[in-house]
């Protein structure tokens, strides 16, 4: 990637899934949607190296492959491949902006709460805290230096790396913990930190959230529909046109970048482990 920071490393789990081939999906789909042109070469060189480094760094148990190509559909099916877009945003969330539709403001907070609680320095598991240092200190596409959230200011968050990371923290997070609004994820946390395997019945009753499975698909359809910390709400509820659609959408374009039908139970397949990555 020509104009990515020099100490930035890129990994994948599938050995022969890396910039090119994501180059190749994103390309596809974009020539699929007729969104060719919407983003600069920089711009997709920057969109490339973010998918790869979000798949790495929150959903490292999912293959590469799949992750980026879910990201890419999500991208697709959230603002046709327009980093600047602006939009009225989802429920009471405030105005959604960038490529993933992120609520920096409003009722959502989602910039304040990536700043306040996102762990940077490192890359860590609270259900494993002895697993390393994972994909390493989240760089800054920009200063290729470690990023610097209490820099960050709603204008950033057009920035694809930086909306992208943003948006994948949150969905993870949510997905692993079944739902539950962010406001409980500290308690979590506080909880898995008094226990070394963070398996201790205070967590497990923490992280029971809204009984659904911890899986890709659940990030996805809290992104859209909120939280459902008590099964209520959720983007599985009756009549939640909005999820349905947000959902279906996601899964064309990944549907295409396969070139097979693809549903909501592949979505569904990629469970994650309970608890909260880079979460401070």
């Given at each position: ?122 890359n860590t598991f609270s259900w494993n805290r002895d697993a390393g240092n994972g994909a390493g200190a989240l760089l800054d596409w920009q200063t290729g230096s470690q990023m610097k959230l209490s820099a960050l200011s709603n204008s950033d968050v057009l920035r694809p790396w930086v909306n992208i990371h943003l948006a994948m923290w949150v969905q993870s997070n949510s997905a692993r913990t079944s739902s539950q609004d962010p406001y409980n994820w500290a308690a979590i946390s506080a909880a898995s930190a008094t226990s ?85």
């Open positions: 990637l020509a104009t990515a920071p020099s100490a930035l490393v890129l990994t994948s789990n599938n050995a022969n899934y890396g910039p090119g081939e994501v180059r190749q999906d994103l390309q596809k789909i974009m020539k699929w949607a007729y969104d060719e042109g919407n983003l600069s070469p920089a711009e997709e060189d920057e969109v490339i190296a973010a998918v790869l480094s979000a798949s790495a760094r929150y959903f490292p148990e999912v293959p590469t492959r799949a992750m980026c190509r879910i990201m890419l559909a999500d991208i697709k099916a959230e603002s046709d491949f327009q980093p600047r877009l602006s939009s009225a945003g989802r429920l009471d969330s405030g105005a959604s902006v960038g490529l993933l539709q992120v609520s920096p403001g409003g009722g959502s907070q989602e910039l304040t709460l990536w700043k306040t609680h996102a762990k940077v320095s490192a070394s395997k963070g398996n201790s019945a205070k967590v497990n009753k923490l992280l029971v959230g809204a009984g659904l499975n911890r899986s890709v698909r659940t990030g996805l359809g809290t992104w859209v529909a909120g939280a459902a910390t008590d099964g209520a709400g959720s983007y599985k509820q009756k009549g939640d046109d909005i999820s349905e659609q947000y959902i279906d959408s996601v899964l064309q374009g990944v549907s295409v970048l396969y070139g097979k039908t693809m549903t909501a139970d592949w979505l569904d397949r990629w469970v994650l482990n309970a608890g909260l990555v880079d979460y401070r």
